[in-house]
């Protein structure tokens, strides 16, 4: 079983719809949540980061952790073409805050 | 775009031969991470270099190396290249130990590398 879950979708979206991206974990010590935002041909762009539970929000992204399910999620409002991307979870645990373990990211297409 | 710089792009190699990648990291960055991320798969880490020291490794076995220099580049040799060590091989950079204890790590672009 592998330490971080992401289903590999790919998701297909209209413009202007609300997208939810999710995660599931088994580490209970991972600590530091990320998501990054993958173009093709690109390497990963950090998004949004969160430390332990709760939500967090940026414009059109919010971010959220429920450490009690092991579950992390990625909402997009307003999600737009340019949005069309890979979009891949991380985390990590203390002390070795910068090893990060990915999931296999999900591809969202925004379609006009 | 982030500061950090990997070369060469793309890089197309025999089984059994040898590759160095290269990374340099952005200005104020003392910490670089390999990844190695397989086609469809997300980035696994290989290793991290921090202050020139080896400073944690992934699930990798000896013929992934490293090494990073004064100035915080680094590089990332392969030996004895096997049909699936083809991938994206990613470096991030970022300040301290514990980025996210104290600010992101940015990726470059990365490496594509085909061995056929």
């Known amino acids: 079983q592998k330490e971080v879950e992401q289903d590999p979708g790919p998701l297909s979206v209209p413009e202007g719809a609300i997208v939810s991206l999710n995660c599931t974990y088994s580490?209970?010590?991972?600590?530091?949540f990320m998501w990054y935002r993958q173009y093709s041909r690109k390497g990963p762009e950090l998004l949004m980061y969160?430390?332990?539970?709760g939500n967090k929000e940026d414009g059109r992204f919010t971010a959220q952790v429920d450490k009690s399910s092991k579950y992390i999620s990625l909402f997009i409002r307003d999600s737009q073409p340019s949005d069309s991307a890979t979009y891949l979870c991380?985390?990590?645990?203390?002390?070795?805050?910068?090893?990060?373990?990915f999931g296999t990211g999900t591809r969202l297409q925004v379609f006009p | 775009e982030t500061g950090v710089t990997q070369s060469p792009t793309h890089l197309i190699k025999t089984r059994g031969q040898q590759v160095t990648l290269r990374c340099s990291s952005q200005?104020?960055?003392?910490?670089v991470s390999w990844y190695q991320q397989a086609l469809g798969q997300g980035p696994q880490f290989i290793f991290q270099?921090?202050?020139?020291?080896?400073?944690g490794r992934g699930n990798f076995p000896p013929r992934f190396s490293g090494l990073q220099f004064p100035n915080y580049s680094s590089e990332l040799n392969v030996n004895a290249l096997e049909l699936d060590d083809s991938a994206l091989y990613l470096c991030?950079?970022?300040?301290?130990?514990?980025?996210?204890?104290?600010?992101?790590?940015?990726f470059g672009q990365g490496t594509r590398l085909t061995v056929v």
């Open positions: 991030a950079s970022s300040s301290g130990q514990g980025a996210y204890m104290n600010t992101e790590a940015f």
């Open positions: 991380a985390m990590s645990a203390y002390p070795n805050t910068d090893k990060l373990i």
């Open positions: 969160t430390y332990s539970s």
């Open positions: 580490n209970s010590a991972f600590q530091y």
């Open positions: 200005s104020g960055h003392n910490t």
């Open positions: 270099y921090y202050r020139e020291e080896e400073n």
